[in-house]
């Protein structure tokens, strides 16, 4: 089955990777795509593909190329093949760099006389030394992501297609002045060496090693050819309660409690290799009696691939199964996950899977401690976001903040706030038990296909359906009768989401994304 394309915002990224906004292969047999040369040649001799490359050998004049790009470019990846020929002095030396229109130099990649690759932020004049080596006589993949945006600017670097932590940060300060210009080669005179350079190329999202050579016609594919990236599966709004008269001994009845019709899907299907539960993971309250009797027989069989989410059910201290003072704080809920759920009592916490970096949230913010700035939950998210640079991201929490179920609460919109600041993509709730998917947005609320987060309601866990009160701004599709999990294939530098309905259903919603 060809799967949908889910927005014309995956359409423009998707396009923008396929036709860059820049790239010289050299094979023009000249410098006619630089805007300025100076000293920089091209050779038929060290060359990565085709016929010719670009080559900048000096003892001592300066040896560089600048290109002005056609707009400026708040955001720009910058690619090229790169090999080391020689390298004598001893000062480094630069070989890509980025700068605004007027010229203003803003950050670069170079290599130390050590041959350590390194960047320095032009803005702050600072740099860094990583401790990967470019070898020389070797050509080499070398990438730089930057983001200008004050001082929550982004910077990452990749060589050989490994993104290099240590040079990547999303705390850089890099200025406001966009990028204009950049620059192959080392314009400082000096220096002694012989660098070549292949197949280079600049775009808004990442340039991928081998550049798919057709645009629309390979998105159907892209979400349903076998992938050895990791799989999510994830859903809230679980399991019911021991004492529901439509419990049938975890078998559910009709169009409720029918978390263990789910949890097959996820028990059925190798492909899943982590589990997100969404919040009211466990009704009435989430006694740990009560998750012993019914989660755990359900979704229960896949608790040791599960990262939960807390849920205003199970901070409940009265009207269910085990529901009493004990269980205060979420009591079962922290009990039952264990570490899973991290440290007891918050109820934030984050990892990776692949590329991707997740993070879980508690959006019930008195139980928090707060979801406000400066909040322990914010403080902790602010300094997560910080030290986990990965280009793609993914919160999940049980409140929404946008809903068109009315159950929408503003309380994580700090929360929100700092996800967006970070560059994050995707975030997953429940709490009204439908499913609902959003097109990107600001942390207002306004359609933001540039650097907006989307919003997944998955309340589809099992427990029972709910309706839509009022359609909410930038609401691309809802389903409110249909149980079952979203799929998301997190890709190095995009995901695929997929629906996948419970046995006997048909609604489904798939689609495409690349990561800011
Ligand atoms: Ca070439």
Redesign the pocket.
Known sequence: MLAVVGSAASLTARAEAVAPLFAD???SGGLSGWTAVSGLAVQQQQ???????ARGTTSGPAAYATKTLPATQPELFYRTRVKLISLGGTSSVNFMKFRTATGTAIAELYVTPAGLLGYRNDVTATSTNSQTTVTAGVWHEAQMHLRVNGTASTVEVWLDGTRIDALSTATASLGTTPVGRIQLGENVAGRSYDFAY??VAADTSYINSTPTTTTTTTLPTTTTEPTTDPVLAAAGDIACDPLNPNFNGGAGSGDVCRDRLVSDLILNDASIDAVAALGDNQYYCGGLSAFQQSYDQSWGRVKTITHPAVGNHEYLTSGGTDCNAGNAGAAGYFTYFGAAAGTPGQGWYSFDMGAWHLIALNSNCGDAGGCGTGSPQETWLRNDLASHPNSCVLAFYHIPLWSSGGRAANNTRTLVTDLYNAGAEVILAGHDHIYERFAPQNPSGMLDNARGIREFIVGTGGANHTSIATVAPNSEVRNTDTFGVLKLTLHPNSYDWRFTPEAGKTFTDTGSQACH
């Open positions: 292969d050299f094979e060359v990565y593909a085709g016929a010719w490359a292949d197949d």
